[in-house]
């Protein structure tokens, strides 16, 4: 039977996950956080008290990084439950260093592609549709206004209990996309086969509808 890849990427907390999910659900497919592999590598590198500035003692680090995703969201990184961690300030605010070093994804892309191979997925990100699977079936490029990212994702820190104002986040998202984007290896950057979905204006009910259709028009599910 044939394995389904959905790409979905965009800039940060732009509602990639939360539609991710819902889409994930509804088409019977496998969900993939592939950001939250990349906070847990950062959270590693935290917890052994390394610089995440440092890219030769970070990536030094690969061979002891054992990242394992379970299908409820849960995290475990090298012995440790990391899932409500890695969302936490001191994680998103060094993750784009560390996702900037190319041995560092050469690693996470590895295990990306062999958890594509398993079943259908819909995997999120940055670089899937340019780079982990560039031949996906489908390839969403989802975009938020920074406002209304920044409103979402404090009111998910909010519902979290993660500490945080309105005034951190914008700084933190707009700092990441910077980085993300203007990094030399697989950066954040809309594939040329990919479909724009704005969701400024949609709420979340709107959103799954509107990539349901892209995703249907495209593998006629
Ligand atoms: O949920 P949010 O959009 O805030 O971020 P995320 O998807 O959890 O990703 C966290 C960070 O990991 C991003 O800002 C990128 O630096 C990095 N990342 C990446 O470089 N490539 C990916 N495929 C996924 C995440």
Redesign the pocket.
């Known amino acids: 039977m044939k394995h389904y890849v959905v790409a979905v990427?965009?800039?940060?907390?732009?509602?990639?996950?939360t539609i991710s999910k819902r889409l994930a659900k509804i088409l019977g497919f496998t969900y993939i956080?592939?950001?939250?592999?990349?906070?847990a590598f950062?959270e590693y590198v935290l917890r052994k008290g390394v610089d995440p500035k440092d890219e030769k003692a970070c990536c030094a680090l690969i061979p002891e990084v054992e990242i394992e995703l379970f299908p409820d969201g849960k995290v475990i990184c090298s012995g440790k439950d990391v899932t409500r961690e890695?969302?936490e300030p001191h994680v998103?605010g060094n993750?784009?260093?560390?996702?900037?070093y190319k041995e560092i994804?050469l690693a996470?892309?590895e295990l990306?592609r062999k958890m594509g191979e398993k079943s259908s997925v819909i995997?999120?990100?940055?670089?899937?549709g340019t780079?982990?699977f560039p031949n996906a079936d489908v390839k969403i490029f989802q975009v938020a206004s920074v406002e209304e990212?920044a409103k979402r994702?404090y009111i998910e820190n909010q519902e979290k209990g993660i500490p945080c104002t309105y005034e951190d986040i914008v700084a933190?998202?707009e700092k990441?996309?910077r980085?993300?984007s203007s990094?030399a290896f697989?950066p954040?950057k809309p594939a040329e086969d990919s479909i724009l979905l704005d969701t400024s204006k949609l709420n979340i009910e709107e959103s799954v509808e509107a990539a349901l259709k892209i995703i249907r028009d495209k593998i006629g599910e």
Request: no cysteine; glycine share 8%; aromatic share 6%.
């Open positions: 990427d965009g800039p940060a907390a732009a509602g990639k996950s956080d592939t950001g939250a592999m990349y906070r950062t890695i969302r998103s993750v784009s260093y560390i996702a900037s994804r996470l892309v990306q995997m999120d990100g940055r670089d899937i780079y982990v990212r994702r933190d998202v990441r996309d980085i993300d990094r697989a954040l």
